[in-house]
């Protein structure tokens, strides 16, 4: 697949409003700049991505392209609700909306920290592909310790985390326990909800219905979320002293996106996109070469010195 892909949850809900012939702009824009990874969940909008995404592959058929869900957020977070019986419903409903007999790939979407040890879960999930329901599973963790606990799983095909120049946690442990077991990274949030596309300062505001705006302290679901959990004003401070290492040849997005990729045992990131040019511009990221020791280097001090005196080892 390709090595930047697309995330999809600005298409459904949470980052203010995107038109249904927006989004499918966005997705054909992908498309059309090699794009060949897009990643959603049955939560985005309660199934409007899902179901813009079929209708997308209704539509325009394309070949080789890998689509991701996620499955467990649309009810309560309590271990008792992660069964073979629910796990059936879920994968149905994600079936229907993106029109497809067999899921490429299904993620347990951040669940209770003790699912990643049970069991009966993993084996329901490897139930699910006996069944033809889907061709592969992996788990989408909120810390390194859940993603550590989920690598160790034989059947785990892949691990999305929270990868970004504000949130280096990954880079000691999770990476190399991925190369060593074969499993697959999925890097999300790698522009910090956009803090690292440099485009935002202390006068910016978001919609009321933007998760920027109202989780900004963790009220709606887990803090690391929106900003990788960090304080917006420590995130603005960071981004200024990176821009200076930026590329003449890219933006502060595309040069976030290159780290990123530069990273060894990274798979895909999956940058989001609320227009088309951003799609295109998220893409050409692949094309930049690799970033200097000593800019990543520099990196790592920014991060040691501005962001990780506030987050500590939490993620």
Request: some cysteine; charged content about 20%; overall charge negative.
């Amino acid at each position: 697949m390709s090595v930047i892909g697309l995330g999809t949850w600005q298409l459904g809900a949470d980052w203010g409003e995107v038109a249904d012939d927006t989004a499918l702009a966005v997705l054909d824009a992908g498309l059309e700049t090699g794009v060949t990874f897009f990643d959603t969940a049955d939560v985005y909008g309660d199934g409007r991505s899902e179901q813009l995404i079929g209708s997308f592959l209704k539509s325009r058929s394309p070949e080789g392209v890998t689509v991701a869900t996620k499955m467990g957020r649309r009810v309560p977070q309590r271990p008792e609700f992660y069964t073979l019986e629910n796990f059936r419903a879920w994968t149905d409903r994600s079936r229907a909306n993106l029109g497809v007999d067999t899921l490429d790939l299904v993620q347990l979407h951040c669940p209770p920290t003790i699912v990643y040890s049970t069991d009966e879960v993993f084996d329901a999930l490897d139930t699910l592909v006996e069944e033809g329901r889907i061709a592969a599973y992996g788990v989408s963790v909120e810390t390194r310790e859940e993603a550590l606990t989920a690598i160790a799983r034989p059947g785990v095909a892949s691990v999305q985390i929270i990868l970004n120049m504000l949130r280096l946690g990954p880079l000691k442990d999770v990476l190399p326990a991925a190369q060593k077991a074969g499993v697959g990274i999925i890097a999300r949030v790698p522009l910090a909800s956009g803090l690292l596309s440099g485009k935002y300062d202390e006068h910016t505001e978001f919609p009321e219905n933007d998760h920027r705006n109202y989780n900004r302290t963790g009220a709606a679901f887990d803090v690391g979320e929106t900003f990788s959990g960090v304080d917006f004003a420590t995130g603005l401070a960071a981004v200024r002293e990176l821009a200076p290492l930026v590329p003449a040849e890219a933006t502060m997005a595309q040069f976030a996106l290159r780290w990123i990729l530069d990273q060894p045992g990274v798979s895909v990131v999956i940058p989001g996109a609320r227009n088309p040019q951003q799609a295109r511009d998220n893409a050409a990221a692949a094309a930049l070469s690799p970033l200097s020791d000593d800019t990543l280097n520099a990196i790592h001090h920014i991060y040691d010195s501005l962001i990780a005196p506030q987050i500590g080892d939490r993620w």
